[in-house]
């Protein structure tokens, strides 16, 4: 067992709680209380320290492009939503930059956004001793994408889809080819089979969209079909559209701020704020169409939001219960209570108001990947 003492506990919720411990056992949370004392266990001192759960990106293409390789990136076929990215997951690049030493916990992967339909995403932790062991959750998530960089991929080839309209009518077709897929008929189509999962409910369906215009194309496709549990990704022109987000209230996230997003200029914070008061599930992630940033951008994104106006705890939730919630594992993951996975990390100094809080460590699945001496 593992005891975290005295600790400025943000549970990941919304609440703070003072000076309280933290009990692990294995991979899990036993306890978290006020005094609590546990014969020959190992503690760690955490008064005056924060200590947060562990943080999610949503997102990412981390993983799977390293500057080596681009195995995020299929760009043969604009509908390949029979690809899984586990199969390309390399587990060197997650350690290279060692996500884990800044709270990062939990990553989502998948491929890129230069496909309409572009293949499952499957979840992993940030620290272990190769794929096999760092995943997660496998094949979990269907990934696609109605932004420009579509476009920018097959127009050069001329071939579809060079417009929006190009773009939208492949997804109507594969949602409608999903639909009226009929393997008990002896009919075996592995795309059909892969977006069947989609319009049956079976896993969320992915969608970045840079602009208002994709999203409501995006919106507008999907009206009708409930059982779609959607998130849009790389929402920067959101707001704009905000009323219809409020009808379809799907998850949203917020991509790069600070590297490579091409939309950081007319961020709409205000709007952004609206929303996650109006109920809309907000997360943020470092992945854009310009690929994806490292853990400093993340650590910078975080104290945009906080210059922008969000509270500490709204900041924090954006970072660990949304995004868990956005990928359906909040049961187990997000949010610092009795019996979830043991994710967490202490930090000295405030990570949302200082840049230069430092990490001091951090548990993923109740074992201790970094400490700082």
């Known amino acids: 067992m593992f005891l975290i003492k005295n600790g400025r506990v943000h549970t990941g919720k919304g ?43 949503p997102v990412t293409v981390i993983g799977c492009h390293d500057g080596r390789m681009y195995d995020n990136n299929e760009m043969t076929n604009p509908i390949s939503p029979d690809l899984q990215t586990c199969y390309a997951f390399d587990s060197d690049h997650f350690l290279l930059q060692s996500y884990y030493d800044v709270g990062l ?18 979840i992993y932790k940030t620290f272990g001793t190769g794929p096999e062991d760092m995943l997660y959750k496998k094949s979990c998530i269907m990934k696609g994408s109605l932004t420009e960089l579509v476009k920018k991929t097959y127009g050069p080839k001329n071939k579809l889809p060079m417009t929006k309209m190009g773009m939208v009518a492949l997804l109507e077709r594969a949602l409608h080819d999903a639909e009226n897929y009929q393997p ?13 999962k989609v ?74 704020k609206e929303m996650l008061h109006k109920g809309v599930n907000l997360s943020m992630s470092v992945t854009s169409d310009g690929r994806f940033s490292g853990k400093e951008a ?25 995004p868990a919630k956005t990928l359906e594992i909040e049961d187990e993951l997000g949010s610092l209570e009795a019996g979830k996975l043991a994710d967490l990390v202490v930090y000295e100094g405030n990570l949302v108001k200082s840049y230069r809080a430092n990490a001091v460590l951090t548990l993923i699945s109740g074992e201790v990947v970094y400490e700082r001496k």
């Open 298 to 322: 993340y650590l910078w994104t975080v104290a945009n939001m906080y210059k922008a106006g969000f509270t500490e705890e709204e900041i924090i939730q954006m970072m660990t219960f949304n």
């Open 199 to 272: 319009t049956d409910g079976e896993i969320p369906f992915f969608v970045a969209c840079n602009k208002a215009s994709e999203i409501l194309s995006l919106l507008s496709v999907l009206e009708g079909k409930d059982k779609v549990r959607l998130t849009i990704t790389s929402a920067y022109q959101a707001p704009q559209c905000k009323q219809a987000i409020y009808k379809a209230m799907p998850n949203v996230v917020l991509g790069d701020q600070e590297v490579m997003g091409d939309w950081n200029e007319d961020l709409d914070y205000e709007g952004f």
């Open 184 to 196: 008990e008929k002896g009919e075996r189509d592995f795309k059909k089979e892969a977006m069947k």
């Open 15 to 57: 609440q703070i709680l003072q000076a309280t411990d933290i009990l692990v056992e294995g991979d899990r949370i036993r306890e978290i209380g006020k005094d609590l004392k546990v014969a020959e266990t190992k503690v760690f001192d955490a008064s005056g320290k924060e200590v947060y759960p562990g943080f999610i990106d």
């Open 105 to 122: 916990t939990r990553m989502a992967v998948g491929a890129w956004n230069t496909n309409v339909l572009g293949g499952r995403m499957s």
